[in-house]
């Protein structure tokens, strides 16, 4: 009978959010919490309006998947993407790499780590061969680092020993991490905003106006790319705090990608190499150190 009362929800939901897909998430959504069906669907409707009126759905739902994780987003956070689970798992790949050289304890930081979603992934997925791991998730927004908390909060309720290898740090790139971890990081991972006052611009309005700009919005770089400076100080800073051998990955727009192999060839990393998100556009700069 719940199945019948939700299906004719969902149907009633779609015609607000214009998708079936997301009425369904909406009313799954909803139901989970519990309370009648009346109830249900009211609130369904309610989250259904906000949809229609341009609110992110990630936003209006309140938490949004992320590989093993239930993250809580909201607009102090950018939603994110599927491409950034791609980042993630080359981040992962390229830990197992740096955890089979001989040594002692593992450092990685996720620098700009917003909802905690890469940082959070490596400390619960990360193979470190029974090495201490502590994962450093720094951020310059301290709203942003409130829902990091939220989010490692809520993977203590479900990792524990997961969540003791996270750090918190505030503060711009590596500037919020203690001076002691310069040259001994193992891995460095990033998604700096990107995106051009030009594109920004033009983004869709669901975007625009929701997502924090802070998150999105980046300068011209040295050589002139547009949304490039972010890119360029972290590659330039992780030639500094990674240890010989240790692995920089960083999520770019396509367009990025050759300005960045040469910043990190002039930072002198060894292995400068690109990987590709699942949709097939160049989407990371993956360098050894
Ligand atoms: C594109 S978002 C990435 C968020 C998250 N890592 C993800 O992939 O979903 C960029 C993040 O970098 C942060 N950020 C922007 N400028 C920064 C800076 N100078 N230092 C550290 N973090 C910065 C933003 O606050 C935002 O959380």
Known sequence: MADVVNASTVAEVAVRTGSEREAAWIVEHVAATGGDSTTVRARALALAGRVAAGEPLQYVLGTWAFRTLELVVDRRVLIPRPETEQVAEVALTELDRVAAAPGEGLLAVDLGTGSG????????EGRTRDRPFVVWATDVSSDALAVTRVNLDRLAATDAPAASRVRLAHGSWFTALPATEAGRLDLVVANPPYVSEEEFAVLPAV?????????????????????????????????????????????????????????ARRAGFARVGTAHDL????????AER
Do not use: K
């Open 279 to 286: 949709a097939g556009r160049l989407r990371m700069l993956v």
């Open 207 to 263: 975007v625009r106006e929701h997502e924090p700009r802070g998150a999105l919005v980046s300068a011209r770089g040295a050589g002139g790319v547009p949304g490039a400076a972010d890119l360029e100080a972290v590659i330039a800073g992780a030639a500094r705090w990674l240890r010989r051998g240790g692995a920089l990955v960083v999520e770019l727009a396509p367009a990025q990608a050759y300005a960045a192999i040469d910043a």
């Open 117 to 124: 979603a890469v940082a959070l992934s490596l400390a619960a």
